[in-house]
């Protein structure tokens, strides 16, 4: 089945410091991949997504690449900023049998930006 | 529209409870899911509606819980005796039928079984 594998956290960083967090996956076929955020006693809200492959999707200075070659999805940002300190989880979006376009997440990475 | 709503957003109860969520999507979204998120995990999916169909649970979905979704509008969660194991974040989120867009998540709503 499909499934979602993420650089396991915390991560912490210096205001200003460049982010990777890493993402790879499994499933057949061609899935859309997203970044989902989790900022504290909140819902998850959609960060970025891609649909095919050598996409790149974009959004508040964040930026990832749908990579099918090497199945990856590694979330980026050039300078970090305290108010980025959250959870985020790398998806994939794949369809079943019953047009049931489910999301599978993978495990979340907890980032702390300090001043 | 204010997009995706859950109530309520906490809940304690007792073991062997029953309790019920309520989730309001957005109005002209036709897909509705449910997720649950434990402690350090992501979330897992549940259960899906198409309109008021129910066309999928997950086997996580054990014959305690039930959803509806009765004229395509609102979703209820109902897990009837309650286990100390179902503690959790229930994430409900709905998506239009056509579209390549993700979905939109309402806050959640947390349940602690004592």
């Known amino acids: 089945g499909d499934s979602v594998t993420q650089m396991e956290g915390p991560v912490t960083l210096s205001e200003e410091a460049f982010l990777t967090i890493n993402c790879t996956y499994t499933a057949t076929g061609y899935p859309s991949l997203f970044w989902y955020v989790q900022y504290p006693g909140e819902g998850l809200q959609l960060l970025l997504k891609?649909?095919?492959?050598?996409d790149k999707g974009s959004n508040k200075g964040f930026e990832a690449t749908y990579r099918k070659e090497t199945t990856s999805f590694h979330l980026e940002k050039g300078s970090v900023q305290v108010s980025d300190s959250a959870v985020y989880f790398c998806a994939l979006k794949g369809v079943s049998n019953f047009g049931n376009e489910k999301l599978t997440f993978g495990t979340g990475t907890r980032l702390t930006i300090i001043p | 529209d204010t997009g995706v709503s859950q109530d309520p957003r906490h809940k304690i109860t007792k073991r062997g409870q029953n309790v019920t969520f309520r989730c309001d999507p957005i109005?002209?979204?036709?897909?509705l899911y449910w997720y649950r998120q434990t402690l350090g995990q992501g979330p897992e999916f549940l259960t899906y509606?198409?309109?008021?169909?129910?066309?999928?649970k997950s086997r996580l979905l054990s014959d305690r819980f039930s959803a509806e979704r009765p004229k395509g509008s609102f979703s209820t969660l109902e897990i009837q005796r309650t286990e100390q194991g179902d503690s959790a974040m229930y994430l409900c989120a709905s998506s239009p039928l056509q579209g390549s867009s993700g979905y939109t998540f309402g806050s959640g709503t947390r349940l602690t079984v004592v």
């Open positions: 891609a649909t095919k492959a050598d």
């Open positions: 509606f198409q309109n008021e169909a129910q066309l999928e």
């Open positions: 109005s002209e979204h036709n897909r």
